[in-house]
């Protein structure tokens, strides 16, 4: 099993992505692997009104996701991420032009939790992107899943917005996510990206974004509410359906505190 949990193996990741980059493309406006900010940014609408608003980036190694979102306003951002040469590439690229943006190696899922700039910090946004599910792949996984979730949600504001992306569904990660605390809001989306064959064919690559179209134990009286159905109409997943992990499928979580 490859160890995604292991910052080696992003060390040389974005090592080798570097070397091999032309120069003109090792800023792209977007590098993401999972989920594009076009993608994202829809779900962040109750951010941009926010005046002094702070976000926390958890495990986005040199995307620039954080750079984009900080021209759009949101001045005071955290980057942290487990490997070192993601987080030196992030504060070299973002030396003399962003000074609130600043990059911290760190586990979220380590006890203590990693000293951040402004310990005292809270945040109003937290963008997560398949870190979660790297740590549950380990053996103590859940444990260190929920104790990073619950550290990240202490340090949310209220009103706040979590967003988490990850490649499983909802009755996967839908106890883990309640087991942080009590959440004002909460919504699944479900991301289908280009297949690898239509990309090799040279189709462009997308992402289409859908509701999940399932009721979620314990999410069902909020889908109602926000699909105007009673709880009664909502779908039932059907048992031996396969909705789980495909490659090319992500699921969008957005919590509100």
């Known amino acids: 099993m490859v160890a995604f949990d292991d910052p080696a193996l992003w060390d040389c990741r974005v090592k080798k992505e570097a070397a091999t980059a032309a120069p003109q493309d090792r800023e792209q406006k977007d590098t993401d692997w999972l989920c594009s900010y076009d993608t994202l940014s829809p779900f962040l609408s109750l951010i941009w009104g926010r005046p002094r608003a702070t976000a926390l980036y958890i495990g986005t190694g040199t995307s620039t996701f954080p750079e984009v979102v900080y021209d759009r306003g949101v001045k005071q951002a955290v980057v942290l991420d487990i490997s070192e040469v993601a987080i030196d590439a992030v504060r070299a690229r973002n030396a003399g032009r ?33 870190t979660h599910d790297t ?29 988490l992306v990850s490649h499983s569904p ?27 064959a239509a990309l090799a064919a040279g189709a462009a690559s997308t992402e289409t974004v859908e509701d999940y179209p399932y009721a979620v134990p314990g999410w069902e009286e909020r889908q109602a509410a926000r699909r105007g159905v009673d709880v009664a109409d909502l779908p039932v997943r059907p048992q031996d359906e396969d909705f789980g992990f495909a490659p090319g499928t992500a699921y969008i979580y957005v919590m509100e505190k």
């Open 98 to 130: 962003r000074a609130g943006l600043r990059a911290v190696l760190g586990d979220p899922s380590s006890d203590p939790f990693p000293e951040l700039p402004d310990p005292a910090m809270a945040f109003d946004l937290v963008i997560d992107k398949g």
């Open 135 to 163: 740590l549950l792949i380990r053996e103590d996984g859940w444990r260190r899943a929920a104790r990073s979730l619950a550290a990240l949600y202490a340090r949310m504001k209220t009103p706040g917005t979590f967003v």
């Open 170 to 196: 909802p009755h996967e990660r839908s106890e883990l996510i309640d087991s942080a605390g009590p959440w004002h809001e909460v919504q699944c989306k479900v991301v289908v990206c280009t297949g690898m």
